[in-house]
């Protein structure tokens, strides 16, 4: 074992290789999140009620309600079903983000 340790397969040579390899990893990760980003999705409360649509990157783009859920003696539910079909949006921009993130492992660093 050498001053700074040892590498298995020694030297700089494996350094560098390792080094090649993080950045194409850092590459096809960055692309991975690029696309989750563009990724839009669409998704529903109260049977269609209420419809978010929303990109993987947590931008809403539109909020549709249908017309006969808006009751204006109830606007507690429409306030629910818009909160619920929001983080439910975002739940599903953040599990895309992850999906995109899973298999990027460094052998030793996680």
């Not at 669409?42 to 809403?60: D, Q, R």
């Not at 539910?77 to 953040?94: F, G, P, S």
């Amino acid at each position: 074992m050498g001053k700074y340790g040892s590498f298995p397969g020694g030297g700089m040579g494996n350094m560098q290789n390792l080094m090649r390899q993080a950045q194409k990893m850092q590459a096809e990760l960055q692309k991975k999140q690029e696309e989750a980003a563009s990724t839009e999705f669409e998704v529903s409360a109260g049977g269609g009620a209420v419809t978010v649509k929303a990109t993987g990157a947590k931008e809403i783009r539109e909020i549709l309600i249908k017309p006969e859920v808006v009751d204006p003696d109830d606007v507690e539910m429409l306030q629910d079903l818009v909160l619920t079909a929001v983080n439910e949006a975002l739940r599903k921009a953040d599990d895309m983000m992850n999906d995109g993130l899973s298999g990027f492992n460094l052998p030793g660093f996680m």
